[in-house]
């Protein structure tokens, strides 16, 4: 099982998300930088399981940018059964 995480004070809005999160996962140039990609991958390509730790979210400027990412990942914990995890810290 994969343990990964990203760093909210690193992260300025969804584009830094998105960059941070295909770089740590390696995905190749083609990942559209948006919620239906960020699905399509967790759902059907990425390696499973896998535990996405989200950390200093509630410290960030503007945590409420991030409400749609995350309902997102909550649908796909539910989708994959739990091989995809979500943990906010």
């Known amino acids: 099982m994969q343990h990964l995480s990203l760093d909210f004070r690193h992260i ?4 830094d998300f998105y960059r941070q999160f295909a770089a740590l996962l390696a995905l190749d140039g083609g990942f559209g930088a948006n919620l239906d990609a960020l699905w399509d991958a967790i759902t059907a390509e990425i ?3 896998l535990h996405l730790t989200l950390r200093h979210l509630q410290q960030h400027a503007d945590p409420q940018q991030f409400n749609a990412l995350i309902d997102v990942l909550r649908d796909a914990e ?8 979500l943990l906010i810290e």
């Open 12 to 15: 300025a809005g969804m584009a």
């Open 47 to 49: 390696a499973l399981p």
């Open 78 to 85: 539910k989708e994959t059964a739990g091989a995809f995890r």
